[in-house]
Each structure stands twice: as structure tokens, then as C-alpha cells.
């Protein structure tokens, strides 16, 4: 049973650059969530998608972006790339109907 | 923001009980403690949770005060694959679409 994958594992982009990060979630699951953990930090919530909706946001600014997708696979968008940006990117996948996340290796992402 | 409070690293000796110390003081009568661990490159790990009883499963024991408002998790006979960075999440519901808040957690190193 696949867990959570997470591509590229490894990103390099230049300020200013945009990107994006792609998560399939643990089959059976149907909501995806994305966290933001910077060196030495906790994750931090970015944003939850279900129903191909987002349905809950965290304090990030509207450069970051996503979309979840009919076989419930999800993308991170994030646009006009900042140093601060660079950080590990995981993605959680969830039954919204129980509990218990997954969570997959994360995509390290570097802007230089 | 985080509402537990940990202290920032610990050791323990391969073989011995490691006891990681959580406080959650303002939690709520619906709010669960949760416990996750991050090995390094990877994603979180789920270990344990509990409301307001002591929990026990195969990985660890949640011993949760009376006040609930602390609570320590106990890795019975730490080894070498337990040095990780441990992350006490309070949260108030039971489902897959609720976020996990993390703090900057415990890590816990074991020593050989």
C-alpha cells in the first residue's frame, strides 16, 4: 500500500522564479494538506484541499496557491519565489471522514 | 499558534525510558493530545494520542495528568532509531480535516 509521494524530492529556483510541487496521497485517502517547515522549525499549515476545493488556509500570502485534482492528487503552487520561501514542503494526506494524517518525505525547496 | 509548550532537547541512554514532558495548560475539555515524531528527511510520524485516559500501544505509553493540563510520553526502551525531534500537538477534533498545529517539539537523542 503506497504511502504519501511527494515529487521533486529536490528543487533549486531562482527569486522570482515560480514553482510547483506535486503530492498523490495515500490510496483511500481523499483530503490533502500542505505544511511548510523551515530549517529548524515546525511545519507550518499552508492550506487543506477537498472536493477539489480549499477548504482551509493558514497565514500565508496569496503567492502561494494549489489545486487538488479528480484522483484527489494535489499540486503547490507558489509564485514569485522568495529567499524565505526555501524550506522543506510536506504534504499530509487525510480521510476527512476519520482520523489520521499521512504524511509523505517532502520536496526540499532552495531559492537562491 | 503552538499551545503546548516542550522543552527544546533531551538524551537518553539506548536501552533506558526516554520521557518526554508536554504542557498544555489552557487546553480544552474537547481537545485531544496528540503525539508525532520526525526522524531526520522525513515526513511527521504519528505515535500516539489520548483524551483524558492513559493510552498504550506499540510504539509508546501516553501518561496524561489528572488536570490535563501536562502530559508525558514514554518510548519504553529507547534505541538508536528513536533520536528524532517530537512534536505534542493539542487538537480539538476527532476527524481528517482538522489541522495539526506544530510547535518547535523535543529532540530527543538517543545515546549508545
Known amino acids: 500500500d503506497a504511502g504519501v509521494t511527494q515529487s521533486p524530492t529536490h528543487l533549486i529556483k531562482t527569486r522570482g522564479q515560480q514553482v510547483t510541487l506535486r503530492c498523490s496521497p495515500k490510496?483511500?485517502?481523499?483530503?490533502v494538506s500542505w505544511y511548510q517547515q523551515a530549517l529548524g522549525q515546525g511545519p507550518q499549515f499552508i492550506f487543506q484541499?477537498?472536493?477539489?476545493?480549499?477548504?482551509q488556509r493558514g497565514n500565508f500570502p496569496d503567492r502561494f496557491s494549489g489545486h487538488q485534482f479528480p484522483n484527489y492528487s494535489s499540486e503547490l503552487n507558489v509564485n514569485a519565489l522568495l529567499l524565505g520561501d526555501s524550506a522543506l514542503y510536506l504534504c499530509?494526506?487525510?480521510?476527512?471522514?476519520?482520523?489520521?494524517?499521512?504524511f509523505g518525505s517532502g520536496t526540499r525547496l532552495t531559492v537562491v | 499558534d503552538a499551545k503546548t509548550t516542550q522543552p527544546t532537547s533531551m538524551d537518553c541512554a539506548e536501552g533506558r525510558a526516554a520521557n518526554l514532558p508536554c504542557n498544555h495548560s489552557t487546553i480544552s475539555g474537547n481537545e485531544y493530545v496528540y503525539w508525532y515524531r520526525q526522524i531526520h528527511s522525513q515526513g511527521p510520524q504519528y505515535i500516539i494520542h489520548g483524551l483524558k485516559n492513559n493510552e498504550t500501544n506499540e510504539m509508546a505509553s501516553l501518561i496524561i495528568t489528572e488536570d490535563r493540563k501536562s502530559s508525558t510520553l514514554i518510548l519504553p526502551h529507547a534505541t538508536l532509531r528513536d533520536t528524532a525531534v517530537y512534536y505534542c500537538?493539542?487538537?480539538?477534533?476527532?476527524?481528517?480535516?482538522?489541522?495539526?498545529?506544530f510547535g518547535k517539539g523535543t529532540r530527543l537523542s538517543v545515546i549508545a
Open positions: 490510496s483511500g485517502h481523499d483530503t
Open positions: 484541499y477537498y472536493e477539489e476545493e480549499e477548504r
Open positions: 499530509a494526506s487525510s480521510l476527512v471522514s476519520a482520523d489520521g494524517y499521512t
Open positions: 500537538i493539542v487538537r480539538v477534533s476527532y476527524s481528517g480535516n482538522t489541522p495539526l498545529v
